[in-house]
């Protein structure tokens, strides 16, 4: 009974910590970005709000808390107040098996650093970036709006077609790792980063990822000189504000996914493993930042071609080489 107290108090312990920590991350993360992007077009950015601007996040919330919630005439109005949530809450839930370091011992109680350490964590993460296609879709079409419409019929498509080639760049690691498990595909990098061996999986993955959470050049979803604001153009407010969140969450829900599944997760040297899973999240998402700033959306048909014509080709590719090439080292 004391076990199973401790064990509870200590998945409480950790549950709020990485909660925290993402919330954290992700308000900064948008004080980050438009600060980078301001330097991109040779401007200040937020600087008003605290110094250098720290303080931009917090009036941010506050103006979103404050902004009357609308919903629009002869909309689903349940579909419509719930589809926020479903993004904001399967981003959420996907970090629960990205492991952040090594277990430790507290006390004498063997401590693993990850919330939920599933032998099926990879085919977990795959479920709920499914269910995330909910939120977009259904917040398109319930906001009785033909331009969020038209954003929810294109977030739908988009993540279904992307989600195929970020499934397959995944195959050829757990090929290498033989385990499903991120905390086992962590420990099989302990010697060299999964980078150096899967290069062209490790590009696919990073494309198609930045397709998944509609980030530019991919983010016709949203397209706002097209659309308004895509999906979700109707919303207003903290129900906004969810479907911002979900966003940022995302980034760094992916950037851990890029350093787990090929950069290494939390091995480095000299500084903790926590530190170094964190600096490789926010590289991640500097360099989805970056993009951003440089690249022009793509045409849709052009997203369409790159996913179906190259992508998922090359990915497929990719599979056998590395089943060719794992056959004959007898691995």
């Known amino acids: 009974m004391l076990n199973w107290t401790a064990g509870f108090l200590v998945l409480i312990a950790k549950l709020t910590i990485v909660l925290a920590v993402l919330l954290l991350v992700a308000a900064y993360l948008v004080w980050l970005e438009r600060k980078f992007l301001a330097r991109l077009q040779i401007r200040y950015g937020p ?3 605290g110094k250098f601007g720290l303080l931009q996040p917090i009036a941010d919330i506050v103006k979103m808390v404050a902004k009357e919630d609308t919903v629009p005439e002869g909309a689903e109005r349940t579909i419509f107040m719930l589809a926020p949530a479903v ?6 839930l996907v970090f629960a098996v990205i492991p952040f370091g090594k277990d430790v011992t507290l006390w004498g109680m063997k401590i693993p650093l990850v919330v939920a350490d599933l032998n099926v964590g990879l085919l977990y993460f795959f479920a709920l970036s499914s269910l995330g296609v909910y939120g977009v879709a259904l917040g398109g079409w319930a ?6 419409l038209l954003g929810g019929i294109r977030g739908a498509a988009q993540m279904i077609s992307y989600e195929l080639s970020l499934g397959l760049a995944i195959v050829p690691v757990v090929m290498q790792a033989r385990s499903f498990s991120l905390v086992d595909i962590v420990q099989a990098q302990e010697k060299y980063p999964f980078i150096l061996t899967q290069p062209v999986a490790f590009a696919i ?3 198609s990822a930045m397709a998944e959470i509609k980030r530019i050049p991919f983010d016709l979803p949203e397209a706002e000189n097209e659309l ?3 999906f979700h153009t109707e919303y207003s407010g903290m129900r906004f504000g969810l ?4 966003e940022y969450v995302n980034m760094q829900v992916l950037g851990g996914l890029v350093a787990v599944l090929f950069l290494g997760g939390w091995h480095g040297p000299l500084l903790p493993p926590v530190v170094w899973l964190f600096i490789k999240i926010v590289l991640v998402a500097l360099i989805m930042i970056w993009v951003r700033g440089t690249l022009p959306r793509l045409r849709y048909d052009q997203l369409m071609a790159l996913g179906w014509k190259v992508l998922i080709p090359l990915a497929l590719v990719n599979i056998m080489v590395t089943g060719a090439w794992v056959l004959w080292m007898g691995k």
């Open 228 to 230: 308004g604001a895509g």
């Open 243 to 246: 479907f911002f969140l979900g």
């Open 143 to 148: 906001s009785n709006s033909k331009y969020s």
């Open 205 to 207: 993955f990073v494309i």
């Open 87 to 92: 993004v904001a809450a399967t981003a959420l």
């Open 47 to 49: 600087n008003r709000a």
